[in-house]
């Protein structure tokens, strides 16, 4: 069953400090992984897109990880802002040919960053 | 310029009722895409339009229609609306198959 797990649930860190968001999956095959910022009231914006040989992306204070190998993914927030208090999604998503794309989505990481 | 625009964004109706949501990108994509966001903040796929064509069409009940009038809009019409269909309704557009999906606000639909 094609499924992807985020972890943790929930998340609070002071301003200024690291962390570390987990994506595990098993959809399969593979074509690239997501990562999303979902701010509340709004819709998910695109953070980094990777494929199968990319095993680093960055997009300014993010920074994302992929191991195609174990399926898992990793989102690395830098020196966190208050405007980083938002749900991040991963996505999932394998070629189906003259069908398209089909995306998986997980059920994402809420982010708190306090003063 | 809002490139995925989605009206209405608040949509509070009674059980039994039809109504519609309607979506409009500015982008030029030649895909777009209905997902439903349940209460758990889950994302899933209901229907995929490419060049007015319907390319994936998940298990939704025949009550939900999407209409394509032209490349740039995807509404989605429902019927007999229920308790059950009450969730964040996002409509999305992306170029090509390699390009990010690029996500309306959100429609919050509430069936009473």
């Known amino acids: 069953k094609n499924q992807v797990e985020q972890s943790p649930q929930s998340l609070i860190i002071l301003e200024g400090k690291n962390c570390t968001l987990q994506?595990?999956?098993?959809?399969?095959?593979?074509?690239?992984l997501r990562w999303y910022k979902q701010d509340t009231g709004r819709g998910p914006v695109s953070l980094t897109i990777?494929?199968?040989?990319?095993n680093t992306k960055s997009n300014g204070r993010y920074t994302a990880t992929l191991d195609a190998d174990t399926k898992q993914s990793s989102l690395h927030i830098t020196a966190s802002q208050l405007s980083d208090s938002a749900s991040y999604i991963c996505?999932?998503?394998?070629?189906?040919?003259?069908?398209?794309?089909?995306?998986?989505f997980g059920t994402g990481t809420s982010l708190t960053v306090i003063p | 310029d809002t490139a995925v625009s989605q009206t209405p964004k608040y949509l509070v109706t009674q059980m039994g009722n039809d109504k519609s949501i309607k979506c409009e990108q500015n982008?030029?994509?030649?895909?777009m895409y209905w997902y439903k966001q349940d209460s758990k903040k889950f994302l899933k796929i209901m229907f995929s339009?490419?060049?007015?064509?319907?390319?994936i069409n998940e298990t939704v009940p025949n009550r939900f229609s999407p209409k394509s009038p032209d490349k740039a809009h995807l509404n989605l019409h429902i019927n007999s609306l229920e308790l059950g269909d009450s969730a964040v309704y996002f409509c999305?557009?992306?170029?090509?198959?390699?390009?990010?999906?690029?996500f309306g606000n959100g429609t919050r639909l509430t069936v009473t």
């Open positions: 996505v999932v998503v394998t070629w189906l040919g003259a069908w398209g794309n089909q995306f998986y």
């Open positions: 982008l030029g994509h030649d895909t």
């Open positions: 999305a557009s992306r170029d090509g198959d390699r390009g990010p999906l690029h």
């Open positions: 990777m494929t199968f040989s990319e």
């Open positions: 994506c595990n999956y098993t959809v399969s095959p593979f074509s690239n």
């Open positions: 339009y490419n060049n007015k064509e319907l390319i």
